[in-house]
């Protein structure tokens, strides 16, 4: 079997149906040992990378053929129709804008004042830089 996402597709439709679980597990993984062995820079890396998915894909609709996802969605050659994904584009919250007030100056301050107080902050005390003689 050549090591493409393409001919191991051809290959499961040909073979897949017939073989059992144990070969199909066996070819998946010298497909795994050779990748290992491969450097990045190797041109058939993608090809291994792509035989792998089909041959993870095929496995696991073998093992779970009540499984919600088809065969072919799991290629990396296919993309999602608009029938298979659709987009939400609803909005994640429900934000009330009533209930935000843009306070100006004084009622700005008196209202941290009163935040201050509910969490036993009386006052804030910045930190002090040391003089260049002393020690921190």
Do not use: C
């Amino acid at each position: 079997m050549a090591t493409t996402g393409a001919s191991a597709r051809e290959w499961l439709e040909q073979n897949g149906a017939n073989a059992p679980i144990e070969k199909l597990e066996k070819i998946l993984s010298s497909l795994q040992q050779k990748l290992e062995q491969m450097d990045e820079t190797n041109p058939e890396l993608q090809g291994i990378l792509d035989a792998i998915d089909e041959m993870e894909g095929f496995i696991l609709h073998r093992q779970m053929p009540d499984a919600a996802v088809p065969i072919e969605s799991t290629s990396l050659d296919s993309s999602p129709t608009e029938q298979s994904v659709a987009l939400d584009t609803s909005q994640l919250g429900d934000p009330v804008l009533e209930d935000i007030i843009a306070l100006e100056g004084e009622e700005k301050q008196h209202k941290f004042a009163s935040l201050k107080q509910q969490l036993g902050l009386t006052t804030i005390k910045a930190p002090v830089k040391p003089d260049a003689g002393q020690k921190p």
